[in-house]
């Protein structure tokens, strides 16, 4: 709902496409350059290396203008065009340049025929889904691609097993993101929701002046998981002169942690101790489901804030209602929750010291185009033979 009223805004800011400095710029030899303007007719032959000083991530995604009928093309399976769950038209046309689309209804109406069409699947939104039913009927399939950077609803050892790649598309979520988790950290810090609420309340006669947040200058914050997305978040907490702690698997290198000031915590235990904000950026894997439980939760201040912006399933939510009823830490924001949405009676929507957003980390009109772009460079360079921007592979 959210992405289908952002591409609605796309018609409107038609005459920022002479912009070029609003362009996420990755680059692959599949494709050329058009920058993040979805609605661009046609592209050149020519690979782009040009860095656009305002852009978001530095590189372009670019894909070549084909002549061939539509017919030529080689087939991507999508779930539908439009809807509640089909992919977003602005991204049906960008995937019509480069691709025959096929819909999961003109599959099923056509199995025969479509089945041997389709080489690669384009997943929106976690779907279609992906099962071995569907893998055993495509024959001709040769790659999975994903837009966006989470692929926990996807078996890949099952799907390895059919000789099939996977892609995701890290460069275009990171930025997004990581805006999304300073948002929240600042929402909940200042207590916005609440103060919205006031001002625009009809039985508002005056401001209350015990309504005091916490401050966000120069308060500690605890990165776990310090890939692209809490790399980035660093780099804006910065400039809140915050000082900044962060649990990884691996130790980022010591001129990575000068440029923004990071310190790496080796156990987890130490960050959450010390974090007046503790913030979520890991994928969901085994390792990290629940994550962060009762015992986590206790560890935390009584003052601190939990801020989630990888996959719900990594908190305990049962722990985490309890924690926030009885005051164990102070409040939490989270952009995911598990399941998504919640059951409407469920008591984490009951709580005062909670933010949930509907999972809006990269729903932006340029990054869920840029998502496209990147997923259409990932396949057209597994169809190629060429190397693959962004391949995920099974563990």
Request: charged share 25%.
């Amino acid at each position: 709902m959210f992405r289908s009223k952002a591409f609605d805004l796309l018609k409107p800011i038609a005459s920022m496409s002479r912009q070029p400095n609003l362009a996420y710029k990755f680059i692959h030899p599949a494709i050329a350059s058009h920058g993040y303007r979805c609605h661009r007719r046609s592209v050149d032959y020519r690979q782009s290396y040009k860095t656009c000083p305002g852009s978001a991530g530095g590189r372009t995604v670019s894909a070549p203008q084909t002549k061939v009928m539509a017919e030529e093309l080689p087939g991507v399976l999508i779930l539908d065009i439009g809807g509640t769950h089909g992919v977003l038209e602005n991204l049906a046309a960008l995937l019509k340049k480069h691709f025959r689309l096929i819909t999961m209804k003109e599959f099923l109406e056509n199995k025969k025929e479509m089945s041997k069409k389709i080489q690669s699947v384009f997943v929106f939104e976690r779907r279609p889904t992906i099962d071995q039913e569907l893998l055993e009927s495509l024959p001709n399939l040769k790659v999975i691609g994903n837009s966006g950077v989470g692929v926990d609803h996807l078996d890949l050892k099952m799907i390895s097993n059919f000789g099939v790649k996977v892609t995701n598309t890290p460069h275009a979520v990171a930025d997004p993101t990581a805006d999304i988790g300073m948002a929240l950290m600042l929402a909940s810090a200042r207590r916005l929701v609440e103060g919205c609420q006031t001002a625009v309340s009809p039985d508002t006669k005056y401001f209350p002046v015990d309504c005091l947040g916490v401050e966000v200058t120069r308060a500690t914050l605890g990165i776990i998981g310090m890939g692209s997305i809490g790399y980035r978040v660093a780099q804006r907490a910065r400039a809140f002169d915050m000082r900044i702690l962060y649990h990884n698997r691996n130790r980022r290198r010591k001129e990575e942690e000068e440029a923004v000031g990071a310190h790496y915590c080796e156990k987890m235990e130490d960050l959450l101790q010390q974090s007046d904000f503790v913030m979520l950026v890991v994928n969901l894997t085994p390792e990290t489901h629940k994550l962060i439980g009762k015992k986590e939760l206790g560890l935390m201040k009584p003052t601190a804030t939990l801020v989630n912006i990888s996959r719900g399933a990594v908190i305990d939510q049962d722990a985490l209602v309890e924690a926030l009823q009885n005051k164990v830490i102070r409040a939490a924001a989270l952009d995911v929750t598990y399941p998504e949405p919640l059951p409407r009676d469920h008591p984490l929507l009951k709580l005062n010291n909670i933010i949930i957003t509907p999972h809006i980390g990269t729903a932006t009109v340029q990054a869920t185009c840029m998502m496209a772009e990147e997923a259409i460079a990932n396949m057209l360079a597994v169809l190629k033979g060429q190397p693959i921007p962004s391949e995920v592979f099974p563990k």
